[in-house]
C-alpha cells in the first residue's frame, strides 16, 4: 500500500520515525512528508534513509513531476503523525502552502491525523473547532493520550504509541475497503454509562465513589471512531465527554436507571455499556436541610438501602422485550465489574459468577484497589462472555482497552 507519512513540527516528531518503521516493516511504501518545521526536529536524512524515498517539504522540488497533486493521488493512506495545532488550523482551512498540505488536499484516501501538543493548545476552542471541522470531513482524528508532556507537565495532548496509530490507520483502511468508506458501526446506535452515582443524603452531601469515568468515556469515544451515534448517560466525572456524542446528566442510580429506560430500551439502541460505578446502597432517607452536627459528641447513623440494580434491570427488561418482539435486532447489554480479589475467590471468580448473575453479553472486569484502575490512566481488563474463553488485554491505555471491548462487541452486534 502506498502510504504518505506527513509529519508536523511538534516534539513527537521523532516518535513518527518509529511509525514509519512500522509501515516500512509491513511492507508498505512510505512517502514522507515532513514540514519545514518537522525537519528542524528530525533532519531529512532520517526520513529518507527509513522511507528509502528523498523527502521534500516545498512544492517547488520535483516540479515536472507535479508532486504536490501526484503524491496526493496516488496515496492509499495519509497519516498525519504528529500533527501540530498549527497543521489542524491548516488543515481545517483547506490551506495548501507546503507540500503536506498540497498532498492532504489533493487525496481521496483515509486520513488518519494523530496531534499531539501541549494540553492549553489541545483544548484552545480554535484547535477543538478544527477538530470537529476535520472529523466532519471524514478525517479520523485519533485523540491524544494523556499524560507526562514535554516538560514536567502532564495531561490530554501526548501522542498515542505509534503501535496504537499503525492499528487505528491500518483500521480505517479496512474500514473503507469493507464498504464504500462506512465505518463498521456506522448507523449503530450506542449509550455508555461513565463515571460514579451520588447518592443524597442531604441538600449538600451525598455518599459517592472514586470512578472518574475515564473508562467509559474512552468506550465512548472508541464507538465514536467506529462510527455509531453514541449518548453517555454522565454521573460524576473527572474527564470531559469526548467531541461528538451527546451527554444526558445521570447523578443517581435512579436518575441512571430512568436514562437507560429511555436512551436504550424506548429508543432502541443497539448497545449498552454500562461502565458507570452505580452506587449498591443509598440513604434510605434523604433529609430536606442539612443535618446539622450534633455537640454532644455522638455519632450518626445512617441506614441504607438497596439502590436498583440497574445493570440487571437492563438485562432483564431486553430479554422480556426480545421475547415479545423476537424478529427485531438484539439490543447487547455489556456490563463492567470493577472486582477485588478476596478470600472467596479471585477477581476472575467473582468476574464469572457476576457474568452469570447479571446475564449481560460480555463482563469487562477490572482488578482495583488503593490507586488500581480509579483514576488511573491505564488498565488491565479481562473480557468474559458466556461461551467464550477469557480475553485479558493489558496493562494498556483506557482508550486502548475500549478498542479491545469494542472489538469484542462487534461479532455480538449482529
Ligand atoms: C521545542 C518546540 C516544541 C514544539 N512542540 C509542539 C507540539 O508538540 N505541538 C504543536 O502543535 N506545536 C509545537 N511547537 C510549535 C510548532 O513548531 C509551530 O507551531 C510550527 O509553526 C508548526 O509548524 P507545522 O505545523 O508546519 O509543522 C513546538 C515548538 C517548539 C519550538
Redo the contacts with the bound molecule.
Keep these: 500500500m502506498r502510504v504518505v507519512l506527513g509529519?508536523?513540527?511538534?516534539?513527537?516528531a521523532y516518535k513518527a520515525a518509529s511509525l514509519c518503521r512500522l509501515f516500512t516493516e509491513g511492507g508498505h511504501d512510505v512517502r514522507v512528508l515532513?514540514?519545514?518545521?518537522?525537519l528542524?526536529?528530525v533532519g531529512a536524512p532520517t526520513w529518507e534513509a527509513l522511507s528509502g524515498h528523498p523527502v521534500a517539504t516545498d512544492v517547488f522540488t520535483d516540479v515536472p513531476s507535479v508532486q504536490h497533486v501526484r503524491v496526493g493521488k496516488e496515496a492509499e493512506l495519509v497519516v498525519v503523525a504528529?500533527?501540530?495545532?498549527?497543521?489542524?488550523a491548516?488543515m481545517a482551512a483547506g490551506m495548501a502552502d507546503?507540500l503536506?498540505t498540497t498532498t492532504l488536499v489533493t487525496a481521496t484516501c483515509p486520513v488518519v491525523v494523530a496531534?499531539?501538543?501541549?494540553t492549553e493548545?489541545w483544548q484552545h476552542p480554535a484547535t477543538q473547532a478544527n477538530v470537529a471541522t476535520l472529523r466532519s470531513r471524514g478525517v479520523h482524528v485519533i485523540e491524544p493520550a494523556s499524560g507526562r508532556?514535554?516538560g514536567s507537565d502532564t495531561g490530554p495532548?501526548r501522542?498515542p504509541d505509534p503501535e496504537v496509530i499503525h492499528a487505528e490507520a491500518l483500521a480505517q483502511v479496512g474500514a473503507a475497503a469493507a464498504g464504500s468508506g462506512e465505518l463498521p458501526w456506522a448507523g449503530r446506535r450506542v449509550v455508555v454509562s461513565a463515571g460514579g452515582t451520588r447518592e443524597a443524603l442531604d441538600p449538600v452531601r451525598f455518599l459517592g465513589n472514586a470512578s472518574s469515568g475515564r473508562m467509559g468515556m474512552a468506550v465512548a469515544r472508541a464507538a465514536r471512531d467506529l462510527g455509531a451515534e453514541v449518548t453517555v448517560l454522565q454521573a460524576a466525572v473527572e474527564v470531559p465527554a469526548p467531541e461528538g456524542v451527546r451527554v444526558v446528566e445521570t447523578p443517581s442510580a435512579a436518575d441512571l436507571e430512568a436514562a437507560v429506560g429511555r436512551e436504550f430500551h424506548e429508543a432502541g439502541a443497539d448497545l449498552l455499556v454500562m461502565a458507570a460505578a452505580v452506587a449498591d446502597y443509598r440513604p434510605a432517607q434523604v433529609a430536606t436541610t442539612k443535618i446539622k452536627k450534633q455537640d454532644d459528641g455522638a455519632g450518626l447513623t445512617l441506614e441504607l438501602e438497596r439502590t436498583p440494580d440497574v445493570l440487571a434491570g437492563a438485562v432483564r427488561r431486553r430479554d422480556a422485550e426480545a421475547a415479545q418482539h423476537p424478529q427485531e435486532r438484539r439490543q447487547v447489554v455489556v456490563g463492567f465489574a470493577a472486582e477485588t480479589g478476596d478470600e472467596h475467590g479471585s477477581v476472575l471468580d467473582h468476574a464469572r459468577a457476576k457474568l452469570a448473575r447479571k446475564g449481560v453479553d460480555l463482563l469487562v472486569a477490572n482488578e482495583v484497589g488503593v490507586g488500581v484502575v480509579f483514576g488511573q490512566e491505564d488498565t488491565t481488563v479481562h473480557l468474559l462472555t458466556p461461551d467464550g474463553p477469557v480475553r485479558t488485554v493489558g496493562p494498556v491505555s483506557k482508550d486502548e482497552a475500549a478498542r479491545a471491548v469494542c472489538e469484542a462487541v462487534t461479532p455480538l452486534l449482529g
Design positions: 509529519v508536523a513540527g511538534g516534539i513527537a515532513p514540514t519545514a518545521a518537522a528542524r526536529f504528529p500533527a501540530t495545532a498549527d497543521l489542524l491548516r507546503d503536506l496531534p499531539a501538543m501541549h493548545m508532556l514535554t495532548g501522542l
